[in-house]
């Protein structure tokens, strides 16, 4: 009765998520195999179920048992199948360990066939059916939990950043440098990642632009998204759309992470059918502004080593964030290295989709991390830069692995160490054990 209950529960999610795009990318698959090379999956290992349109296949299977003619009457010619629970099993372990959601596969396809689409499908119907990692959804009921009474945290997280204050006050040689906590009126809210290394280095930014800004007590992460359960994603990005609004500000700035700005600036105002009183931008767009307004002093010099940029997917191919990050570095560096491809077409760093936070998978991530290191020490670089803390943790740990002997920062970093302050900033990025406990 157990199995036969979770196969039902992912049924129905399968059914309420048949939307006219899901049908599309469900129906128009040519089986052309274009997408097998721009997957870093098969082009790590070149097996036949790393290729997109084959992990697909699994989920049209049961498409087709349930609304084709033929699939419904005579199965076994358009392969067709009933969706059991093994086979439930084996589309869970697809869809969150060999697939990051990168969408290269669609930018592609020639028929612009989604499949991250079928694949987010494939989440919630295992999200739904107790299948999904245990760690992505205890993370992302911790958000939810936070969001119900913040006042139990908020008085410690106020003190935390009293300090860090401090620190802001050392660094930019200012007494009167300001770290506000949900200051009402603030033109700006930004909403960093949990460190003090999302924190630190942008309000020296703020400092040096002189924006007027103030910081959220939420995380920009959204664990619900990696989960593809819109219920707890709308509701953990509820948390930072009602303070926006509760602070009257007019701008939401997201910290550099790919995931949490593609769902709310691209997401959330589809789940909440809404257009808000605010703009939502990444941390990367506003830099690039400055840097462009001249807000910045920034001396090229301060970064002489050889700096590679890696697009994070979601920021790239999903946001269209490519440009700015190479105005900020052609302002703070003089010897960047591209990657070949870079931009929209640069490959998946293989820690997306919530991957990096699932230790069960570390040998699977770092087989699918290999493309991006060929990537890496093809440049020479010796910094390799990310705008998204999922790409950092894993590019930190490819590190290791493949022994690439290379620095990963932050875009922010480079910029507040090409701003010559009077006093160096260090923080340390968290490693991703620490991200999958919840650190």
């Given amino acids: 009765m157990a199995d036969n209950t979770a196969v039902s529960k992912a049924l129905q999610v399968l059914e309420r998520q048949l939307n006219r795009p899901l049908m599309a990318a469900l129906q128009v698959c040519a089986r052309c195999g274009v997408c097998a090379e721009a997957c870093h999956y098969y082009v790590a290992d070149g097996e036949l179920e790393h290729v997109p349109a084959y992990r697909a296949e699994e989920l049209r299977k ?10 419904k009457h005579l199965p076994n010619w358009v392969n067709a199948q009933d969706l059991d629970e093994a086979t439930l099993e084996k589309m869970a372990e697809m869809a969150f360990s060999e697939c990051t959601l990168c969408r290269r596969c669609t930018f592609n396809c020639p028929m612009g066939v989604d499949t991250p689409l079928m694949m ?5 119907m295992a999200t739904a059916s107790g299948k999904a990692p245990e760690i992505l959804e205890m993370l992302a009921d911790a958000a939810i939990e936070k969001g119900k009474d913040p006042a139990m945290f908020r008085d410690l997280f106020v003190a935390q950043v009293a300090e860090m204050e401090k620190e802001l006050q050392a660094l930019v040689g200012d007494p009167n440098a300001r770290i506000t906590v949900e200051r009402e009126g603030a033109r700006v809210l930004y909403v960093a990642l949990a460190g003090a290394h999302t924190i630190l280095p942008p309000a020296a930014i703020f400092w040096a632009a002189k924006e007027d800004w103030t910081l959220s007590i939420y995380e920009a992460a959204n664990y619900g998204v990696f989960l593809g359960d819109t219920a707890r994603a709308k509701t953990i990005a509820s948390r930072i759309i009602d303070e926006a609004k509760a602070l009257k500000v007019q701008e939401v700035i997201v910290a550099e992470c790919g995931h949490a700005c593609a769902s709310l600036v691209w997401d959330a105002p589809i789940w ?21 307004q001249g807000r910045l002093p920034l001396d090229p010099s301060a970064n002489p080593e050889a700096i590679t940029y890696h697009d994070s997917c979601n920021l790239a191919r999903t946001s269209g964030i490519y440009r700015e990050p190479r105005v900020i570095l052609n302002a703070v560096t003089t010897n960047l290295r591209e990657m070949t491809p870079n931009g929209l077409e640069n490959y998946c760093c293989g820690g997306g989709g919530g991957l990096v936070a699932l230790p069960e998978y570390d040998d699977k991530r770092m087989k699918a991390g290999k493309p991006k290191v060929d990537q890496i020490r093809k440049t020479g670089a010796e910094i390799v830069v990310a705008a998204c803390e999922n790409c950092r943790l894993q590019l930190g740990d490819l590190n290791a692995h493949y022994s690439m002997n290379v620095q990963i920062t932050a875009l922010a970093d480079l910029v507040v160490k090409a701003m010559r302050l009077p006093k160096s900033v260090a923080v340390p990025l968290p490693n991703a054990a620490a991200v999958a406990v919840g650190e």
Avoid at 62 to 71: A, E, I, L, N, S
Avoid at 272 to 292: D, G, I, W
């Fill in 62 to 71: 049961v498409y087709r048992r349930k609304h084709d003619f033929f699939g």
């Fill in 120 to 124: 987010r499908a494939l989440r919630a």
């Fill in 272 to 292: 909440f059918q809404e257009q808000f009183p605010f703009r939502v931008r990444s941390l990367v767009e506003v830099m690039a502004e400055y840097v462009q």
